[in-house]
């Protein structure tokens, strides 16, 4: 299968910095550079195709200068950070950022506003692009959120969707906490988990306090989500007001990412864990899982892919696809291997290999 595109962009957050790596050969060859802020932990990276020219956005965490944001609009040739952190939390508030987990910029129809999803578990949003951001205060004043606990990583908002057809409607997913949604611009939020089970809790199927692993929204039809849990593997046709099981048919139903085809209806991707217990691919090997009836059925794609031993587990924001009409399949290990599949996760091979542990990766065609 071909595309009409020639290149292609791919950005790698690491615990020691940012590697990116350019195909101008319709992914079949990479050329890789880095690391960009060296020694500095990138959690989210976001690639903004809203400008003429695409904007680059890190989260980088220098253990040092603390947590900031990063911008550069040439590609990841040269970065500008702010003087003064982008997003820090207000006096009044009397807690310290930790860390920017994830960034997500909004609609075309907002072309300025970015989201900052953070630790603890709050979001910020910009309107200039990513260069400062104000905390949205009623998710952070809701009442739930004395009670949001901290995941085994960490307390934090890692998961923004915004709705592509309302600016208004926006859906957030943390650690722990599950899953909030707002429909007035931020005004007010309610949870949305009904269906998601806690089994860790002692009422199973509560209102919230899920630890919610990560959401993708299906780009052919946005009220339809899928859901990576705390083991359960789920679906959503009503735009998260309920929850399915779509588990059946996978060697396990823990895992961490969960990630949507660009536009082909019902096609997610998914790398499964043994258990939260026994953080290795299920059966030592390095699996993909596809599913392309939304959930209902999978395929276990490894063509390419290691089958011997193999412990690397994949993290939240560390498996992505890009937006070519013959869509790539990207994602990274903690071993630090990227591997890529420029025919939708048929076959696989190496970008690169042996770099520091993988923390998220992003594509796009530019």
């Known amino acids: 299968m071909e595309t009409d595109h020639a290149g292609a962009l791919l950005a790698v957050g690491t615990e020691k910095g940012l590697f990116l790596a350019t195909s101008a050969d319709d992914r079949r060859g990479w050329q890789v550079s880095g690391p960009h802020f060296p020694m500095t932990a990138v959690y989210a990276v976001a690639i903004d195709r809203r ?152 009422n ?26 705390h083991h359960g593997v789920y679906r959503s046709d009503d735009a998260g007001a309920t929850w399915t099981s779509i588990a059946d048919g996978l060697p396990s139903d823990f895992g961490f990412p969960i990630v949507a085809h660009p536009h082909r209806p019902g096609v997610i991707y998914t790398f499964p864990l043994a258990a939260d217990e026994r953080r290795f691919p299920v059966d030592e090997r390095c699996r993909i899982y596809r599913s392309a009836d939304a959930g209902g059925s999978w395929q276990a794609l490894t063509d390419g892919l290691p089958q011997h031993p193999y412990y690397p587990a994949v993290l939240r924001d560390a498996l992505t696809v890009d937006d070519a009409p013959v869509a790539g399949v990207y994602f990274g290990t903690r071993s630090g291997d ?29």
């Open 51 to 202: 400008p003429a020219v695409p904007r680059l956005l890190a989260s980088v965490a220098s253990s040092h200068y603390g947590p900031s944001v990063a911008t550069s609009d040439d590609l990841g040739r040269t970065w500008s950070e702010p003087e003064q952190p982008p997003v820090a939390f207000p006096a009044d508030t009397e807690t310290p950022l930790e860390r920017v987990w994830q960034l997500a910029p909004a609609s075309a129809a907002e072309p300025g506003v970015v989201y900052a999803g953070t630790q603890p578990s709050a979001l910020f949003r910009s309107t200039d692009g990513g260069v400062s951001f104000d905390l949205v205060r009623p998710l952070w004043e809701h009442p739930h959120r004395p009670d949001w606990d901290a995941g085994y990583g960490g307390q934090a908002i890692h998961t923004i969707l915004p709705d592509p057809r309302d600016p208004a409607t926006v859906l957030v997913a943390m650690s722990t906490g599950g899953v909030y949604r707002t429909a007035d611009g931020g005004a007010s939020w309610a949870p949305g988990n009904t269906g998601i089970r806690a089994y860790f809790l002692p």
């Open 204 to 229: 199973e199927w509560p209102e919230f306090g899920q630890c919610v692993h990560k959401v993708a929204r299906d780009p052919a039809d946005p009220d339809r989500l899928y859901l990576q849990n």
């Open 338 to 366: 990227v591997y890529a599949s420029r025919d939708e996760g048929d076959t696989w091979r190496a970008v690169v290999t042996g770099l520091p542990d993988v923390l998220c990766v992003r594509a796009a065609v530019v």
